[in-house]
């Protein structure tokens, strides 16, 4: 039976509308058709810290208020305690702490460029001292990029360790010398997310899947298909050993072969779902 979806913000089930994420994790928000749903928490994560952060402030500024503290001698109003406000900023405090690590581990696996991008491009930038890390060229013009080591459009992370700061001639050459303008660089990866997103309809739908995968010793693609079972970052050696992987791998039974097989999902091209 496949395995139900949940968002991995608010915990409650996902429907088709939904943003896949490059770990195969799931939240609801935008889809790529830029319809917007009922429930978006996507946007959840970037209103409700700033909502936090308004709200502390209004809190601090009524606990020190010289008016507030007059009118209390007079009348008492638990909104205006200072023990309650106090208590108050500590719950909001936690919650903006809470937010702040999913927010992060949410990112980490956006499939385009995260909402939180430019900070994450500021540190790597800081990290490497404004230089190139692969020339050694420091402060290049027009500025510094920051690359995927592993491209987000083949399930790369936006992890710092995934992350390289380059000048532009360095970055061009990581991309097999095509022009890389820093400002083009928000192009959505789509084709990573949508190539989870037709496996997982195929596990769910119980269909085969049809594509081609690269061999890395033999260095070429050979045809397959497969019985889809399940998307795992798992992977067990003789049945007793689990490796956990950042890599997601696809598992199923492989008519080829006539056993089960696993297959590095960023390896695969041309996927079809049989009919």
């Known amino acids: 039976m496949p395995k139900k ?19 195969n994790k799931f939240i609801h928000g935008y889809n790529y058709s830029s319809v917007r749903i009922n429930k978006d928490c996507a946007a959840y994560l970037e209103e409700r810290p700033k909502e936090i952060s308004d709200f502390i402030m209004g809190l601090y500024e009524t606990k020190k208020s010289l008016l507030n503290k007059i009118a209390s001698v007079f009348f008492y109003n638990p909104e205006k305690d200072p023990k309650i406000i106090d208590y108050k900023i500590n719950i909001l405090t936690e919650e903006s702490a809470r937010l702040k ?34 020339c050694k060229t420091k402060d290049p013009i027009p ?34 010398g095509r022009s890389f303008k820093y400002d083009q660089s928000y192009i959505k990866p789509l084709a990573y997310p949508e190539r989870l997103k037709s496996i997982n309809n195929a596990i769910k739908s119980n269909k085969d899947l049809a594509f081609s995968y690269y061999k890395v010793k033999q260095k070429k693609w050979m045809k397959r298909k497969i019985k889809p079972s399940e998307l795992t970052k798992e992977i ?10 950042d890599n997601l791998y696809l598992v199923g039974h492989c008519y080829l072969r006539d056993e089960k097989r696993t297959f590095r999902v960023d390896r695969i091209k041309g996927l079809k779902i049989s009919k």
């Open 5 to 23: 979806d949940f968002c991995e913000v608010c915990k409650e089930k996902i429907g088709a509308k939904r943003i896949t994420l490059n770990n």
């Open 101 to 134: 690590k999913l927010k992060k581990r949410i990112y980490d696996y956006w499939p385009d460029y995260p909402p939180d991008w430019e900070e994450r491009r500021d540190e790597v930038i800081s990290k490497a001292k404004n230089r190139c890390q692969e």
């Open 143 to 176: 500025g510094i990029h920051v690359h995927h080591i592993k491209f987000l459009g083949r399930g790369g992370s936006n992890k710092i360790s995934n992350l390289l700061a380059l000048c532009e001639s360095c970055h061009e050459k990581k991309h097999g």
């Open 236 to 245: 067990w050696i003789d049945g007793k050993t689990k490796f956990v992987l």
